[in-house]
């Protein structure tokens, strides 16, 4: 069974850094594109960064120059440095990866559980 389990997420004051990672596991063969979305009280979830088993990036508008996604293709492993967080950062934050696995027919999205990160000002 997949699972993609997330770790560093916490309070943070503004103007400080927080590191994600997401680490994923369970009868994985390739994984495409992982991801981080985020999701605040009353809005929707949105993507923040994503990156492909070729290191292409995306990232959204409002993190650029400020986020960075990398991964180790060898451990099935996203991170996500956060750097000058804002207020407007705080959300739960979401790993989501793109797979295929020893019994899946094809690729499909999984999602992690979710870690709170918080940025007071």
């Known amino acids: 069974q997949v699972q993609l389990v997330e770790s560093g997420g916490g309070l943070v004051q503004a103007g400080g850094s927080l590191r994600l990672s997401c680490a994923a596991s369970?009868?994985?063969?390739?994984?495409?594109?992982m991801g981080w979305y985020r999701q605040a009280p009353g809005k929707q979830r949105e993507l923040v960064a994503a990156?492909?088993?070729?290191?292409?990036?995306n990232y959204a508008d409002s993190v650029k120059g400020r986020f960075t996604i990398s991964r180790a293709n060898a451990k099935n492993t996203v991170y996500l440095q956060m750097n000058s967080l804002k207020p407007e950062d705080t959300a739960v934050y979401y790993c989501?990866?793109?797979?295929?696995?020893?019994?899946?027919?094809?690729?499909?999205?999984?999602w992690g559980q979710g870690t709170q990160v918080t940025v007071s000002s």
């Open positions: 989501n990866a793109r797979l295929t696995t020893v019994v899946a027919g094809g690729y499909y999205n999984y």
């Open positions: 369970g009868g994985i063969l390739s994984i495409n594109v």
């Open positions: 990156i492909t088993s070729g290191s292409s990036t």
